[in-house]
Nanobody, 121 residues
Protein backbone atom coordinates (compact mmCIF):
# COMPACT_ATOMS: atom_id res chain seq x y z
CA UNK A 1 0.00 0.00 0.00
CA UNK A 2 1.44 3.33 -1.07
CA UNK A 3 1.42 5.88 1.77
CA UNK A 4 1.72 9.61 1.29
CA UNK A 5 2.84 12.54 3.43
CA UNK A 6 2.47 16.14 2.26
CA UNK A 7 4.66 19.05 3.30
CA UNK A 8 5.62 22.52 2.17
CA UNK A 9 2.46 24.44 3.02
CA UNK A 10 2.99 27.91 4.43
CA UNK A 11 1.71 31.46 4.67
CA UNK A 12 2.69 33.36 1.50
CA UNK A 13 1.86 36.77 0.09
CA UNK A 14 -0.21 37.15 -3.09
CA UNK A 15 2.01 36.73 -6.11
CA UNK A 16 4.38 34.47 -4.22
CA UNK A 17 5.37 30.86 -4.85
CA UNK A 18 5.38 27.60 -2.94
CA UNK A 19 6.47 24.08 -3.73
CA UNK A 20 4.48 21.33 -2.07
CA UNK A 21 5.95 17.87 -1.65
CA UNK A 22 4.20 14.52 -1.47
CA UNK A 23 6.59 11.94 -0.06
CA UNK A 24 5.54 8.40 -0.83
CA UNK A 25 6.59 5.13 0.79
CA UNK A 26 5.47 1.56 1.18
CA UNK A 27 5.40 0.82 -2.53
CA UNK A 28 6.99 1.88 -5.81
CA UNK A 29 5.99 5.38 -6.85
CA UNK A 30 6.73 4.90 -10.54
CA UNK A 31 3.76 2.54 -10.96
CA UNK A 32 1.17 5.00 -9.65
CA UNK A 33 -0.65 8.07 -10.84
CA UNK A 34 -0.62 10.75 -8.15
CA UNK A 35 -3.19 13.49 -7.72
CA UNK A 36 -3.15 16.83 -5.95
CA UNK A 37 -6.43 18.11 -4.49
CA UNK A 38 -7.36 21.04 -2.34
CA UNK A 39 -10.19 21.96 -0.02
CA UNK A 40 -10.92 25.45 1.18
CA UNK A 41 -13.04 26.13 4.30
CA UNK A 42 -16.72 25.65 3.56
CA UNK A 43 -16.04 24.40 0.03
CA UNK A 44 -15.96 21.03 -1.63
CA UNK A 45 -12.72 19.29 -2.41
CA UNK A 46 -11.48 20.06 -5.91
CA UNK A 47 -8.87 18.46 -8.09
CA UNK A 48 -5.76 20.46 -8.91
CA UNK A 49 -3.57 18.20 -10.99
CA UNK A 50 -2.60 14.60 -11.69
CA UNK A 51 0.60 12.95 -12.90
CA UNK A 52 0.37 9.51 -14.45
CA UNK A 53 3.04 6.84 -14.12
CA UNK A 54 4.21 7.77 -17.62
CA UNK A 55 4.52 11.40 -16.39
CA UNK A 56 1.60 12.69 -18.36
CA UNK A 57 0.21 15.68 -16.44
CA UNK A 58 -3.38 16.83 -16.22
CA UNK A 59 -4.57 20.13 -14.80
CA UNK A 60 -8.18 20.30 -13.77
CA UNK A 61 -8.92 23.94 -14.39
CA UNK A 62 -7.56 26.26 -17.04
CA UNK A 63 -6.90 28.93 -14.47
CA UNK A 64 -4.27 26.80 -12.83
CA UNK A 65 -2.63 25.72 -16.03
CA UNK A 66 0.48 27.82 -16.35
CA UNK A 67 0.59 28.71 -12.65
CA UNK A 68 0.87 25.19 -11.22
CA UNK A 69 3.27 22.48 -12.32
CA UNK A 70 3.21 18.87 -11.17
CA UNK A 71 6.37 16.77 -11.32
CA UNK A 72 8.09 13.89 -9.60
CA UNK A 73 11.53 12.71 -8.53
CA UNK A 74 11.65 8.92 -8.36
CA UNK A 75 15.02 8.99 -6.59
CA UNK A 76 13.29 10.81 -3.73
CA UNK A 77 9.95 9.01 -4.02
CA UNK A 78 8.33 12.41 -4.12
CA UNK A 79 5.74 14.20 -6.23
CA UNK A 80 5.83 17.99 -6.26
CA UNK A 81 3.33 20.75 -6.93
CA UNK A 82 5.04 24.00 -7.85
CA UNK A 83 2.64 26.90 -7.38
CA UNK A 84 3.45 30.34 -8.75
CA UNK A 85 1.60 33.67 -8.83
CA UNK A 86 -0.48 32.57 -5.88
CA UNK A 87 -3.81 34.23 -5.19
CA UNK A 88 -5.87 34.47 -2.01
CA UNK A 89 -8.38 32.07 -3.57
CA UNK A 90 -5.64 29.42 -3.63
CA UNK A 91 -5.87 29.27 0.15
CA UNK A 92 -6.79 25.71 1.14
CA UNK A 93 -5.57 22.45 2.59
CA UNK A 94 -3.74 20.62 -0.18
CA UNK A 95 -3.79 16.83 -0.31
CA UNK A 96 -2.07 14.26 -2.48
CA UNK A 97 -3.63 10.92 -3.31
CA UNK A 98 -2.54 7.78 -5.10
CA UNK A 99 -4.73 6.53 -7.91
CA UNK A 100 -5.75 2.90 -8.06
CA UNK A 101 -4.17 2.74 -11.48
CA UNK A 102 -1.09 3.95 -13.31
CA UNK A 103 -3.21 6.52 -15.13
CA UNK A 104 -5.40 9.29 -13.74
CA UNK A 105 -8.64 7.35 -13.37
CA UNK A 106 -10.14 9.31 -10.49
CA UNK A 107 -10.31 6.22 -8.28
CA UNK A 108 -8.13 6.55 -5.22
CA UNK A 109 -6.35 4.04 -3.05
CA UNK A 110 -4.71 6.22 -0.42
CA UNK A 111 -4.51 9.83 0.77
CA UNK A 112 -2.13 12.01 2.70
CA UNK A 113 -3.06 14.11 5.70
CA UNK A 114 -2.85 17.47 3.95
CA UNK A 115 -0.77 20.62 4.19
CA UNK A 116 -2.14 24.13 4.75
CA UNK A 117 -1.50 26.85 2.17
CA UNK A 118 -2.54 30.37 3.10
CA UNK A 119 -2.20 33.23 0.64
CA UNK A 120 -2.61 36.56 2.38
CA UNK A 121 -0.95 39.92 2.73
Amino acid sequence: QLRLVESGGDLVQPGGSLRLSCLTFGSTLEYYAIHWFRQAPGKEREGVSCLSSSERSTYYTDSRKGRFTISRDLTKNTVYLQMNSLKPEDTAVYYCAADRYSYCSGQYRSWGQGTQVTVSS
